[in-house]
């Protein structure tokens, strides 16, 4: 199982854009990169997945570089309503098990206005 | 919000006694999870359901056991409570061959007392 390692906390300003940065070093071949949001007294909701380059949805963009040992999730220009926990997770992204899906404790974004 | 639903919102519960939590998947999904979320910590792993058979377990004892149904739903049992077992669970509800692409219910806050 790829371990990852993020930023336990992060603070930014309405209308900036905000990158979270994910390690993943020992990331296997079939393993693909999840980003999940969760608000307080909510469960986690899916933003984001890839495997490798660059993947843009409503949402937010996901950026792995070719060595795939870290990602970046972009969420641009944020608002108060983004404040929330992010996990970034990695694992065999077709596979059937739930147990091979770890999250770890997050990054907890604080956004000011 | 997802299509995922959880009973009851809130519970508390004595020391010693037994819980039945529930949890309705998202329409055409046929693998359901569970997960315990400490306070200020990532979701941790339970189990997972699929054709009404376990399918993969975390670290919990047997004392947390569960049921999958024809219609896709589940139930979380959990006996002998024990103090550390106040947390919000979550139930997931996913395609059995995409469980990184998760959809989880609001939760269910159990507090044991």
């Known amino acids: 199982l790829a371990k990852t390692t993020q930023p336990i906390s992060m603070d930014s300003y309405e209308g900036q854009e905000v990158n979270i940065t994910c390690s993943h070093n020992?990331?296997?071949?079939?393993?693909?990169i999840t980003w999940y949001q969760q608000f307080p007294s909510q469960g986690p909701r899916f933003i984001i997945q890839?495997?490798?380059t660059k993947v843009t949805n409503e949402v937010a963009s996901l950026f792995i570089p070719a060595d795939r040992k870290s990602s970046t999730l972009s969420l641009p220009r944020v608002s108060l309503s983004d404040t929330a926990v992010y996990y970034c997770?990695?694992?065999?992204?077709?596979?059937?098990?739930?147990?091979?899906?770890?999250f770890g404790s997050g990054t907890r974004l604080s956004i000011r206005p | 919000e997802t299509g995922v639903t959880q009973s009851p919102t809130h519970l508390i519960k004595t020391r010693g006694q037994q819980v039945t939590l529930r949890c309705s998947s998202q329409?055409?999904?046929?693998?359901v999870s569970w997960y315990q979320q400490a306070l200020g910590q990532g979701p941790q792993f339970i189990f997972q359901?699929?054709?009404?058979?376990?399918?993969g377990r975390g670290n919990f004892p047997p004392r947390f056991s569960g049921l999958q149904f024809p219609n896709y739903s589940s139930e979380l049992n959990v006996n002998a409570l024990e103090l550390d077992d106040s947390a919000l669970y979550l139930c997931?509800?996913?395609?059995?061959?995409?469980?990184?692409?998760?959809?989880f219910g609001p939760g269910t806050r159990l507090t044991v007392t």
């Open positions: 997931a509800s996913s395609f059995r061959d995409r469980v990184d692409e998760q959809y």
């Open positions: 329409s055409g999904h046929n693998t």
């Open positions: 359901y699929y054709r009404e058979e376990e399918n």
């Open positions: 997770l990695v694992g065999d992204s077709r596979g059937s098990s739930a147990s091979k899906i770890i």
């Open positions: 890839g495997y490798k």
């Open positions: 020992n990331i296997a071949t079939n393993d693909y």
